[in-house]
């Protein structure tokens, strides 16, 4: 199994483009989150999906934030309009049934200029 | 409140010599799990260990161990033999009963000097 991959590695964008972040977590994986990692505010939880449902999303920061998870082999991030505060490490990681270790993406680093 | 304490913010460590990171939580649950990540300077997030509420023996996965003290709500990760490859940056996170989601300390950046 390739593990996590998570798309694009690096993102650079202009304050109020759309950024979509993609992520294939591990097959047969049923548990999916999304966080976001900062100096000031370490690693956060944005959202996590379960069997592609939404479970929590308490951690979005703002409707800025949008995330969807089509199918159990996909998932998508978006951020729209995307301002330099949002300027992070985002990770995707999965977890089996059991939820037990997660397993994380190589994340996507995203700069907004 | 923070849920995950981690009250190295860095450390510096010859290497060969062991080092202890520490980690404290904070939960009313009785069942819970504890976790220990790597980062290296390379941003990967790595599993090391993992120790589950319930268990009685401190979990070890090679040169990793952990000193779980349940009663003072601790569990230091131990990194025997220091090797370079060991600089990092170490995560501890706990899940808490009924939750799935992970719930991150700040870190602690290690550096082990030749």
């Known amino acids: 199994d390739a593990g996590v991959i998570q798309s694009p590695r690096h993102e650079v964008t202009e304050m109020g483009q759309e950024v979509t972040l993609r992520c294939k977590p591990i097959?047969?994986?049923?548990?999916l989150f999304w966080y976001r990692q900062t100096m000031m505010r370490g690693l956060e939880l944005l959202i996590y999906?379960?069997?592609?449902?939404?479970?929590?999303d308490s951690g979005m920061p703002e409707d800025r934030f949008s995330a969807k998870m089509p199918n159990a082999s996909f998932s998508t991030l978006k951020i729209q309009p995307s301002e330099p505060r949002d300027s992070a490490v985002y990770f995707c990681a999965c977890a089996g049934s059991r939820n037990e270790k997660l397993f994380f993406g190589s994340g996507t680093q995203l700069s907004v200029l | 409140a923070q849920k995950i304490t981690q009250t190295q913010p860095g450390m510096f460590v010859q290497e060969k010599e062991a080092v202890t990171l520490d980690c404290t939580y904070d939960t009313s649950d009785q069942s819970y799990g504890l976790f220990w990540y790597k980062q290296p300077s390379s941003g990967e997030m790595i599993f090391l260990i993992y120790q589950g509420s319930y268990d009685e023996q401190n979990a070890t996965e090679g040169r990793y161990s952990l000193n779980f003290q349940k009663a003072r709500k601790s569990t230091n990760l131990v990194i025997s033999a220091s090797q370079l490859g060991d600089s990092a940056m170490y995560f501890c996170?706990?899940?808490?009963?009924?939750?799935?989601?992970?719930?991150f300390g700040q870190g602690t950046r290690l550096t082990i000097n030749p």
């Open positions: 996170a706990m899940r808490e009963e009924g939750a799935q989601k992970l719930v």
């Open positions: 097959s047969g994986h049923d548990y």
């Open positions: 999906f379960n069997n592609n449902v939404p479970i929590d």
